[in-house]
């Protein structure tokens, strides 16, 4: 079982650009799980990617159009672009400020288990969030990071949505740290009604590193995964 993870950080990229490499990753990883049926000395390779995606709203497979509230002309008025796209969820909204990762793994490397990996990446947040003084929680039935679950003030912080298909992932996370939270008034995040957002920077009053935050994700990322990362 291979356990490193190669780390790309793609800075500020398109979020179709992304998807597509995204895309060629995730065959790549796939068309070595083939490979290995007939040369089992194959090991597949894992990756993770860090972006930041200009103004863009993505509906998942189960989302619906109705969660989206403004029309084409006012998408390009906002500088924002759709796209409906593969993972698993509803909608959401990424832009600068916000830190997104997409691990793209062979999950047969760590662990065949879709829940397991979810419940791993939330972690991850709500490890990485303590160590700023903000306590992350779950939400029963609803998948990403929150704070005060349970109260009137409930409001996410962290979304989430992935594709898995042969136990290869991608897709992955969206962790508000600086972002414009404005955006997010446009749709119904997650298509759950009622719930509002939040960010680091919201909940500290300061904007908050993001090269910091960042390595701290991927050193509770190594530990929970025990994997080794290679830049």
């Known amino acids: 079982m291979n356990k490193k993870i190669h780390l790309e950080d793609l800075g500020s990229r398109d979020y179709k650009a992304t998807w597509d490499y995204q895309e060629v990753l995730f065959q790549e990883v796939v068309a070595v799980k083939m490979a290995k049926r007939e040369q089992p000395e194959l090991?597949?390779?894992?990756y993770f990617l860090f972006v930041e995606h200009p103004h863009v709203y993505t509906l998942?497979?189960?989302g619906?159009?109705?969660?989206?509230?403004?029309t084409e002309k006012q998408l390009e008025t906002k500088g924002a672009t759709f796209y409906k796209i593969n993972r698993g969820g509803?909608?959401?909204?990424?832009?600068?400020?916000?830190?997104?990762?997409?691990?793209?793994?062979?999950?047969?490397?760590?662990?065949?288990?879709?829940?397991?990996?979810?419940r791993f990446l939330e972690e991850v947040?709500?490890?990485?969030l303590a160590e700023y003084g903000i306590h992350g929680t779950r939400s029963e039935g609803e998948t990403g990071v929150w704070l005060d679950v349970g109260t009137p003030f409930a409001r996410k912080i962290c979304a989430m949505?992935?594709?898995?298909?042969?136990?290869?992932?991608?897709h992955g996370f969206a962790l508000n740290v600086n972002?414009?939270?404005?955006?997010?008034d446009h749709i119904i995040p997650c298509g759950i009604k009622g719930k509002a957002v939040t960010s680091m920077h919201v909940e500290l009053g300061h904007a908050v590193d993001e090269t910091?935050?960042?390595?701290?994700?991927?050193?509770?990322?190594?530990?929970l995964f025990e994997a080794q990362f290679l830049s």
């Open 179 to 184: 972002a414009d939270l404005g955006y997010f």
């Open 161 to 170: 949505g992935v594709r898995a298909s042969r136990w290869v992932t991608m």
């Open 125 to 128: 947040i709500i490890l990485t």
């Open 64 to 70: 619906s159009m109705e969660h989206l509230l403004l």
């Open 43 to 46: 090991e597949t390779p894992n």
């Open 60 to 62: 998942g497979k189960s």
């Open 212 to 223: 910091v935050v960042k390595s701290k994700i991927i050193a509770h990322f190594a530990i």
């Open 90 to 118: 509803d909608i959401t909204y990424h832009g600068p400020g916000q830190i997104v990762g997409y691990p793209i793994l062979d999950l047969e490397n760590f662990f065949s288990d879709i829940h397991k990996y979810l």
